[in-house]
């Protein structure tokens, strides 16, 4: 039977699955009802190995094939986490927990892979061994990294890793994805700017704060506009601007701002994170005030191997058809933490088309469950094909 007729035939228990999922959402690490979904199906499905509390409260499932003579692993990731948003579907398996929603589709992302772990252990056509590696807290925690750093992928022998996340937009059966970055590094920027607060109508004898705020964010606007390379990709974005005070005719002691930093190659971070220290240090000393940076590396950048990319299109291709899948989408400035698993090993993360539906992040997105069958096909498909019996 082919792959796509049998997840016809599973898709109502699968969808079923993932409105219990969306139904309960857990945020960050703290995913157990999830983590303990997850685990106990693949405990029923005979999964030959179910490893929990990896990264804290990761699941992986590791499945072996009919044959296990070429020695290969493969690993495919889902994330379990959700958004702390108070949902506005409306739907019959809307969130139970107010301030809490699968707003990010991760709810669907487990529902698949749980899908296809079902139907991998039933059938187990393929030579090797597939790792089905289910990650906490990818809405900011850095779960894959706590996953990584946890040793998983030495553990299960993981050798290539697959990374798959729903896009609104994109219809629904289609595919997209591009070799090299596909999504941004995502840093996080503090500036704390000290001078000396006072009277409003004696400013001689201040050092005003909030002055130096103002010029300290128009001159980093010129970081990406004058410093970076107009064919490369940067965004800096001051986002949070909070003084010490609050009064009309106080200066304030200190200002501080919040922002991020969005790039698409160690270079160009590199570039931007020396020029913002320089800004902030100049534009502070330029005005008599000090100025204290904090820039911290969060995610990495997506960055997806040329051989499994091609490798990825090509089995999206033979599950949706070649003319539905876009092989050189223009990478986003998002982050995804499934980037420390791809610095880790190759592998390659492939957007899967939601439909016409809100984006991820708003109170009213739903994950499509016509994407189901689409998605737990591709993921069959890559394992048989990736490691075929002879
Ligand atoms: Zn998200
Ligand atoms: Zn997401």
């Given at each position: 039977?082919?792959?796509?007729?049998?997840?016809?035939?599973?898709h109502p228990e699968i969808t079923e699955w993932r409105r219990d999922i969306h139904a309960h959402p857990e945020l960050m690490f703290d995913v157990q009802r999830t983590a303990g979904i997850v685990a106990e199906k693949l405990r029923a499905f005979g999964c030959d190995e179910v490893a929990e509390g990896i990264g804290r409260t990761g699941v992986v499932g590791l499945i072996r094939g009919r044959e296990t003579g070429s020695g290969r692993v493969v690993g495919l990731r889902a994330d379990m986490d959700a958004l702390p948003i108070m949902e506005a579907t409306g739907l019959?398996?809307?969130?139970?927990?107010?301030?809490?929603?699968?707003?990010?589709?991760?709810?669907?992302?487990?529902?698949m892979l749980l899908g296809a772990a079902?139907?991998?252990?039933?059938?187990?056509?393929?030579?090797?061994?597939?790792a089905v590696i289910f990650q906490p807290a990818e809405e900011g925690g850095g779960g894959g990294r706590e996953m990584v750093n946890d040793g998983m992928l030495d553990r299960f022998g993981v050798q290539q890793v697959f990374g798959m996340h729903n896009m609104p937009g994109l219809p629904v059966g289609q595919f997209a994805i591009r070799p090299g970055p596909l999504?941004?590094?995502?840093?996080?920027?503090?500036?704390?700017?000290?001078?000396?607060?006072?009277?409003?109508?004696?400013?001689?004898?201040?050092?005003?704060?909030t002055l130096v705020a103002a010029h300290m964010m128009t001159a980093l606007q010129s970081v990406v506009a004058r410093t970076v390379d107009p064919l490369e990709s940067a965004v800096v974005s001051i986002c949070s601007l909070h003084t010490a005070g609050d009064a009309f005719n106080?200066?304030?002691?200190?200002?501080?701002?919040?922002?991020?930093?969005?790039?698409?190659?160690?270079?160009?971070?590199?570039?931007?994170?020396?020029?913002?220290?320089?800004?902030?240090?100049?534009t502070a000393r330029a005005f008599g005030a000090q100025a204290r940076l904090e820039y911290r590396r969060n995610y990495p950048v997506t960055v997806?191997?040329?051989?499994?990319?091609?490798?990825?299109?090509?089995?999206?291709?033979?599950?949706?058809?070649?003319?539905?899948?876009?092989?050189?989408?223009a990478p986003l400035m998002g982050a995804e933490d499934?980037?420390?698993?791809?610095?880790?090993?190759?592998?390659?993360?492939?957007?899967?088309?939601?439909?016409?539906?809100?984006?991820?992040?708003?109170?009213?997105?739903?994950?499509?469950d016509e994407v189901i069958p689409v998605g737990c096909s591709y993921w069959a498909k890559l394992v048989e094909t990736a490691m075929p019996v002879r």
């Open positions: 039977m082919p792959i796509v007729n049998r997840f016809a035939d599973l019959p398996h809307a969130s139970t927990i107010p301030g809490k929603m699968h707003a990010c589709g991760h709810d669907g992302h487990t529902a079902k139907y991998l252990a039933d059938t187990r056509n393929f030579d090797g061994a597939v999504m941004a590094a995502a840093d996080h920027v503090e500036i704390e700017i000290e001078g000396l607060g006072g009277h409003a109508a004696r400013p001689h004898c201040c050092i005003d704060t106080v200066i304030p002691q200190t200002v501080t701002l919040k922002g991020t930093v969005r790039t698409l190659s160690r270079q160009v971070q590199d570039q931007v994170e020396e020029r913002i220290a320089t800004i902030v240090d100049h997806n191997t040329g051989a499994e990319a091609a490798f990825a299109a090509d089995v999206a291709a033979s599950v949706a058809g070649e003319g539905q899948v876009d092989r050189e989408v499934f980037s420390f698993m791809l610095e880790a090993r190759p592998g390659a993360m492939i957007f899967t088309g939601n439909g016409d539906t809100a984006g991820v992040h708003h109170p009213a997105y739903d994950f499509n």
